[in-house]
C-alpha cells in the first residue's frame, strides 16, 4: 500500500510539474536593422530587442527564444507557416496577407538622405518630383515608401530604385557616389554612420558629404505573426493578447521611451538639412 501511495504520489507531482511548465515559443528577430534589432555575436541586440525582453520578463506561462535570422529568410519561414513570429515588421497587408500584427511597438521615421552634391542641384519642389532620374537606395526585404506619386514614378522608370542588403552598404554606395538618396529610418541611418565613423569608414567632420531631405513619413514596428499552418501554434491567440496587454503597460509607464532614450544618446550629431520638401504623407 506505501509502494503504491508513493507512486501515485509521484505521479502526480509529476503531471503538475508537466501542467505548470511555460510553454516553449522562438521568435525571429531581423539580423542586421540596427540599432532596432541586430547580432552582436551571437545574440541578439536592438531597441525592440530590448522592449521585448522586458515584455516577455512579464509572461511567465511562456519561455520565450530569440532567433537571430536574415530579414529575407525570416520573412520566407513566416510566409510558409515554420515559424510562429518575426519582428520588426511595418503593417503590409496587401504585401504579407500571410501575416497578423501585434499591437504597435515603436514609431520609426522615414527619411530621405541625399549626397550634398547632389541635393545642391534639387528644385525645391515637393518629394518625389525633385528626385526624377536619381538612383535611390534601398534595403533589400523592405517595403517601405508607399508614397503613390513615387510609385507611380518608379513604375514609369523615372526613378532607379537600388537595392543593398544592408544599411552599411547603402550607406557606403552612396558616399562613393553609387547612389544619389538613400531612404531608411532616421535613427537607423544616425547608428550606422556613427558605427562608420569609429570604424574610419570617415571622420566625424567628413559628414559634410551627406544632407537630411525630407521626413516622409513615421511607421510603425510590430511583431509580425504568422497565419499560416496555425495549429502548429495553438498558443498564438493566447500569446498575442498577453503580449499586447504587456506592451501598453510598458509604453504607460516609460519603460519604451526610457530605453530609447538609452539609443538616442549613442549618437550626438546631426546632419544639415537639405531643404526639400515632402509631398505631406
Not at 496555425?230 to 504587456?246: E, G, M
Request: overall charge neutral.
Amino acid at each position: 500500500m506505501l509502494r503504491l501511495s508513493t507512486l501515485l504520489l509521484a505521479c502526480t507531482l509529476h503531471v503538475t510539474s508537466w501542467a505548470d511548465a511555460p510553454i516553449e515559443v522562438v521568435i525571429l528577430c531581423d539580423a542586421a536593422y540596427p540599432p532596432y534589432s541586430y547580432a552582436e555575436g551571437d545574440e541578439a541586440r536592438g531597441i525592440y530587442t530590448d522592449i521585448l525582453r522586458v515584455a516577455f520578463t512579464r509572461m511567465p506561462d511562456y519561455r520565450v527564444h530569440i532567433r537571430l535570422v536574415p530579414w529575407a529568410r525570416g520573412l520566407r519561414e513566416l510566409s510558409r507557416g515554420r515559424a510562429l513570429a518575426i519582428y520588426p515588421p511595418y503593417r503590409r497587408p496587401d504585401e504579407r496577407p500571410w501575416m497578423d500584427y501585434s499591437r504597435p511597438i515603436l514609431r520609426e521615421t522615414l527619411v530621405v538622405f541625399v549626397r550634398a552634391e547632389v541635393a545642391r542641384t534639387l528644385e525645391p519642389e515637393h518629394f518625389p518630383q525633385a528626385y526624377g532620374g536619381l538612383r535611390i537606395g534601398q534595403n533589400r526585404g523592405f517595403i517601405n515608401i508607399v508614397d503613390q506619386d513615387y510609385q507611380v514614378m518608379l513604375a514609369k522608370g523615372e526613378l532607379r530604385q537600388i537595392y543593398s542588403k544592408d544599411n552599411r552598404t547603402n550607406l557606403a554606395m552612396l558616399y562613393r557616389g553609387r547612389l544619389d538618396a538613400y531612404i531608411n529610418d532616421r535613427r537607423a541611418v544616425l547608428w550606422e554612420l556613427e558605427q562608420m565613423r569609429r570604424d574610419g569608414v570617415f571622420e566625424k567632420s567628413a559628414l559634410n558629404w551627406v544632407v537630411e531631405g525630407p521626413w516622409l513619413s513615421g511607421e510603425e514596428g510590430y511583431l509580425g505573426y504568422t497565419r499560416v499552418n496555425t495549429s502548429t501554434y495553438p498558443y498564438k491567440d493566447d500569446f498575442k493578447k498577453r503580449l499586447d496587454a504587456v506592451l501598453l503597460d510598458l509604453e504607460r509607464e516609460g519603460v519604451i521611451y526610457r530605453i530609447v532614450r538609452n539609443y538616442d544618446a549613442l549618437y550626438p550629431f546631426d546632419l544639415q538639412a537639405a531643404g526639400i520638401q515632402s509631398s505631406g504623407q
